[in-house]
């Protein structure tokens, strides 16, 4: 098999099956890389025509375990980041598309009752559904057990009041989790999730916000919005645990996304300095430069190998990985955000002009240190786990 551009490929993380999907999405992406990168569609549009071109494709169903349709014994981590790798390095958008209908889900798979997992998945994984997230608001971003909305049982159904914010998707997404208090305890252990239907009375989305780089977000608010109890996601009080068992499996992907970002600086990177002629010479033969390119070399292989030992570690080891996927996610922004600023800096005024790849890679990385646990926050994740 030609895995020559992706040597990373070859690491015994991966068996044949990853190999052999690696490589097919790899030939997707490129054939599809101008519906990918939705130049020029507004953004709601090119989010539905996105996950309809990953659903029809195929590349959704890694979303499933195979007991739901999808083509693994369990879902596998490995697969997922191997899929926002390759997608993220050709649209920022088509990888958040991707990752929405994760986190959409995976939580139904996780804890879904088989009526919810029927209504919901089938939709989900073809793409003709779209998913939401809803656990930040404006006083509980970091500090998730914090968050005020709230979920009253009365007789047969839930009265949801409140309002969240950095909603992705929102506007867009026909389904949304929502995690909310229902206060069986105090702080994290009093949440539980709920899975709301944008039709909902009393549900709206009141504002959509702009971000530095394409990317449907929002606020979504909750009116004396009256759901069935069918609607709830786990067992009362269970919202916590529903949210990071599913960020246990989402967080590695972030890392992998941001590897993908930082793979195609590279490759850019590598293309340019052999071709830009200054003082007389390729800028790729000054000693400078090449310092700079191993360097960025040694940050996208360390990053990735991180993402793989935590994708592998949950696919072959043990169920929870929080300390492993904290690292990759952290370490893999992080590097990611050094490469792209390496890029941007040997593209000199290319690198920062509008339109150009590197600058669209500097907008879309950045929010990939903040969402699903800043870089402080799987910092303190990370010594936790330690100390313990
Ligand atoms: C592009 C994007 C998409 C998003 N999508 C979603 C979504 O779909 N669903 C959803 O629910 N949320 C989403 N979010 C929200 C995201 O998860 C939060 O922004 C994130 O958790 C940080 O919360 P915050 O913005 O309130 O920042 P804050 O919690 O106010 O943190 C601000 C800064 O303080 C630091 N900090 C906080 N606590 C500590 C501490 N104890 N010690 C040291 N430093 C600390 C943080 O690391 C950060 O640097 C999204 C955000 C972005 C940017």
Redesign the pocket.
Known sequence: MKILNDPFLEWPFFDEKHRHFAMDLLAFVKTHQKSLEADGVEEKTAVRQLALLLGRGGWLRPLLPEWLGGPRPKVDTRTLCLTRDIIARYSGLADCTFA?QG?AAIPLVLFGTPEQQATYLPGLCDGNLIG?????EAQA???VAALQTSAIREQDHYVLNGE?T???NAGVAHCYIVFARTGEAPGAKGLSAFIVNADTAGFSVPENLT?VAP?V?GRVSFKDCKIPLSARLGGAGDGFKVAMSTLDIMRSTVGAAAVGFARRAMMETLIHTQNRQVFGQNLSAFQSTQMRLADMAIEVDSAALLVYRAAWTKDTLRDRITLEASMAKLQATEAAQRVIDSAVQLFGGLGVTAGSVTERLYREIR?LR????????QK?IICAALLK
């Open positions: 929405m986190l939401a997230f809803c656990l930040s971003g970091s500090d969240k950095w909603i992705s971000m990317h977000i929010p903040i969402y699903e646990g800043a870089s402080e926050i303190l």
